[in-house]
C-alpha cells in the first residue's frame, strides 16, 4: 500500500490555505477490512489525507526547507464515510505559523457535505533533508498541481448512481493489530502493532527516517477498541454491530515509532451506550508513550 493520499492540489495560497483532491478507489488496498461486504475509507486515513495536504502547504510556504510532524490535534471529528467511486475535497488552513511549528485545521467534503474536521492540529518543523529527498519531493510536487479550481472539479462531477463491484475479489491489508494479549469485555484490551520496515508505508513516510504514520498508530488503536467494543455488546446483549469512528479528542504523538519497534495498545472503556461509546486509549514503546487519544465510536446495528 502506498501511503499517499493526496492525488491533485487544486488551490494554493502560501502561508494560507490549500484545497486538494483524493478519490477513492477499489484499487486503493484498505477497503475491506473497515466494512467487509460495504467498502469504505478508513476514517482515520480522511485524516491523513487533512495532514498530507497540510504537509504540502507548508513544504510550498517554507520553500521545501522543513517537513512537518504531528505533535497532536485538539479534536477529529467524523460524520460520514467514503466509497469507491466518490471523490474527496480536501481544504486546508494555517491558523498560525512560526519558525518551528504551525497549527491548522481543516475538512474532508464528499458530495457538499463535511465527512472529517480536524480541528487545531500542531506540527512541528523538521529540518526536510532529514526526512526525504528534497529533490524527490520537488519532482513530485510539480506533478500535483490542477489546471482547474475547485469550483471547476464540482461542476463537472458526475453525480451518476454508481454499483460497487464484488468487494471480496481485490486483496486488501490494513490489519494494525497483530496480536490479543489481554482481553476483559467490559473493561480493557491489550494487544501489540510491529512495525516493519518491509511495509510498503516505510518507502513513504519518509525515504531517509521511515517513521509509523500518527494516523496508522491512532487506526491501531482504534481497530483494538472495536474489538473489544464488539465483544462487549455481544456479550451483553447478543447484539451484532459495526462500529465507526465518530470523535477523538486529546490526542497526542509523543514519539517516533520505527522499524523494529512494537506498539503496545492499552484501552479502558469509560462509558458505553445502546448506539455509542467512549473509550481512552493509548500506545506506548518499551514503556514509553507513543500516542494517546479518547475515542468515541457510534454503533449501527445490523
Known sequence: ???????????????????GIKNVSF???YLANIAPGFPIMPRSLSVEAIAQLFSWLTIFSMDFTVKPIAVMARNMKFYGDARPGDQMFLNVEIMSMHETEAICKGTVTVDGKIITELNDAICAFIPMDEMEDVSIVKDISFSLFANRSVKDYIKNKSNTLREFSDP???????????????????????????????????????????????????????????????????????????????????????????????????????????????????????????????????FVHL
Open 27 to 29: 484499487s486503493d488496498e
Open 168 to 298: 471480496d475479489r481485490h486483496n486488501y491489508k490494513l490489519n494494525l493489530v497483530d496480536n490479543i494479549l489481554e482481553l476483559e469485555p467490559g473493561k480493557h484490551i491489550r494487544g501489540v502493532k510491529n512495525f516493519v520496515r518491509s511495509d510498503d508505508v516505510a518507502s513513504d513516510h519518509f525515504p531517509r527516517k521511515p517513521v509509523m504514520p500518527g494516523t496508522m498508530m491512532i487506526e491501531s488503536l482504534a481497530q483494538i477498541s472495536e474489538r473489544l467494543l464488539a465483544r462487549t455488546v455481544k456479550e451483553k446483549n447478543g447484539s451484532n454491530i459495526k462500529i465507526l469512528l465518530k470523535e477523538m479528542t486529546k490526542t497526542k504523538f509523543r514519539k517516533f515509532v520505527e522499524p523494529g519497534d512494537q506498539l503496545t495498545l492499552d484501552v479502558n472503556l469509560i462509558k458505553l451506550e445502546d448506539d455509542s461509546a467512549l473509550v481512552k486509549a493509548k500506545a506506548t514503546v518499551e514503556g514509553k508513550l507513543a500516542v494517546s487519544s479518547q475515542i468515541e465510536f457510534e
Open 1 to 19: 500500500m502506498r501511503f499517499l493520499f493526496v492525488d491533485r492540489i487544486l488551490e494554493f495560497e502560501k502561508n494560507k490555505s490549500a484545497a
